[in-house]
DNA sequence: CTGTTAGCGCCTTCAA
DNA sequence: TTGAAGGCGCTAACAG
């Protein structure tokens, strides 16, 4: 228990004004004379008072507070995405309750946490929702916002990268370079996002007579990914192109293609990741990927958390982004 | 302004009991007979009741809740050890409100923001605390701890890793190693981490009858660590070595001098980090570098943060955790 | 413009 | 064990 701090009364009793006065004081549209106001704040600075945010929320009934659930801040896609988020939300007031999940974690309580937190709306970043929780979120209208994770809901939006169409650049990019052997290292069965990108480059294959060479899963991580590919090089053939539904894994997979198997990137294996972190733009990598426009993504999830937190009414919408294919040097060029 | 949401009150009704008993059926320690807290739990499935934190936390005094203020979230080394905190807070219950902040950037606002947030505790990762704030959260009684950055104020709790005795091994490894000419790439003017990283480096050289060769700020930051290393390397004789005050920066540098000036790490050039982040074990770096022990620095700092939480009353500590080399291919043998 | 008066949703003595 | 009653610190009508 803490001791009893300064309140708007305390400021009132030694400003000679009334506690509402005080309050009118520090709120932005409250009318009071410039002497009062004086008063007021040379008080409140003398007594070092601060307006309890917990109050007000209480009886204004609005927190201004977004919760984000994330997953994978190991991947610096997602750290970037959660910075951008952050400043998002906070120049536009709104205070950040964080919640980290493991990947393929459920979020059950979590979510309850959220729900009992009084946040006003949920940024979701790579991370999964149970139906339940969806449908308690929109009959609380609270909005909620996925970025790269659907649920079998209609009643949230969901913001994403054209998944399907990323994978399937990839997949016919290999094949028009005259690769034969394309492998797949997958994330997580539980992530819709991979299940696209495999989806699409599956039915690139596919559209040029080809099927998967081989699929493993690397679960977004970074260790996991490296023994993905050492799985997929062990037995001859071995594929003489890669696709991984991440750069992170991707990048992995270099590392692990030249350090273990002494092969060159792109000479004897092509690799094509996802996302277009930082890392895939460093020497070392030249990584031929799929950007994910995280800007826009992000500007596009906060806008429609924001949107339908001021307008207090749901409004679910499904975004997907398009991708735009970056070339470097990590795919052999045909010829 | 929302839709009046179901209260104890509604579930009080619906059950037939009082208010006070769907209370104490919420509360850890109310003492209720199982044939009303059964009642009391029916009703509130019914009608979807979740007791309010906000209420809760206004008159309990206590909103278990810690802000995080973090800056340089993109690397991966903040990104880890926020993840780690995050986690830790969580599982004891507390609630996170994160603030971000630019590297250098003044957190005047962010701290009042937090203070009015009604926040038990403040955990700084890589971010400035101001005298006045830090005298406040004491007049407040608000545990402080700061990892990674100083304050000029004995008030608050700070818990960092021996950054002396890190640049200090770093250079009289380099020496012994029999290297020249010794650079560093420095971090932020503002930075206390840097500043005895550079402290111990440079005490290292002149305890051996060295001076360093040239010194340049990286600012924490890939690019502006790739700008510094090229300005290093551009006049003749350029640096045999070169320590980072962190690994992002020191692979900023590998990187650049690999690719644009196609020195060879370690026959052209030796490279010492600072962190042993993920990316320092990866075979394309083999980075020597100097651990910081994160997990037991969140560790440290958690610990701190709880304890001062539940007591009630603030016992600043200084913590310095040993660092330990991490010696791997990026420093010439000698000989 | 200012003060008075009700609460916001909940916890917590205090009696019963 | 239970209910009644009084706030936690603040905002928002409502009169004056």
Redesign the interface.
């Known amino acids: ?3 009893r ?1 300064v309140t708007s009364y305390d400021v009132a009793r030694l400003a000679g004004v009334s506690q509402s006065a005080v309050s009118r004081c520090f709120s932005p549209k409250g009318s009071i004379s410039a002497k009062t106001r004086e008063k007021v704040l040379a008080a409140a600075r003398q007594l ?1 008072y ?6 007000r ?2 009886i ?4 201004r507070t977004v919760a ?1 659930v994330v997953s994978q ?2 991947n ?1 896609f997602y ?2 995405t ?2 951008r988020a ?2 998002t939300f ?1 120049s536009e007031g709104y ?6 999940v493991s990947a393929d974690g459920d979020t059950t309580d ?1 979510m ?2 959220i ?4 946040a006003e709306g949920i940024l979701m970043l790579a991370a999964s929702l149970t139906t339940p929780f969806a449908q ?1 979120c929109v ?3 609270i909005p909620v916002v996925m970025i790269n994770r659907t649920v079998d809901f209609t009643g949230v939006s969901q913001v994403s990268s054209d998944n399907y169409h990323g994978g399937y650049w990839a997949g016919s990019y290999l094949v028009s370079q005259g690769h034969r052997r394309m492998a797949f290292i997958n994330g997580l069965v539980s992530s819709s996002t991979g299940a696209y990108r495999r989806r699409g480059f599956l039915d690139a294959l596919l559209s040029q007579g080809f099927s998967c060479w081989a699929e493993e899963y690397g679960e977004y991580h ?1 260790d996991k990914a490296r023994e993905a590919t050492r799985r997929l090089f062990t037995k001859q053939p071995y594929p003489d192109a890669v696709f991984a539904a991440n750069d992170h894994m991707a990048i992995a997979a270099v ?2 293609l ?3 198997f002494g092969l060159r990137i792109p000479e004897d294996v092509s690799v094509i990741g996802f996302d277009d972190t ?1 890392l895939a733009a ?3 990598y030249q990584l031929t990927t799929v950007r994910q426009p995280v800007e826009d993504m992000v500007a596009a999830a906060a806008e429609l958390l924001l949107g339908q937190m001021r307008e ?1 009414k749901l409004s679910p919408v499904q975004r997907i982004l398009p991708v735009v294919p970056i070339l470097r040097g990590s795919v052999r060029q045909r010829g």
Chains 1, 2 share one sequence.
């Not at 601060?50 to 109050?55: D, G, K, L």
């Not at 204004?60 to 927190?63: A, I, P, V, W």
């Open positions: 228990m803490k001791r701090s070092g601060r307006p309890n945010t917990i109050a929320s209480l204004t009934r609005s927190s984000v801040l190991d610096p750290a970037l959660l910075a952050s400043r906070q205070h950040l309750l964080l919640f980290l979590v309850s946490e729900l009992q937190s009084q308690e009959d609380r209208s970074f590392e692990t030249r350090a273990e930082p460093w020497p070392s207090g």
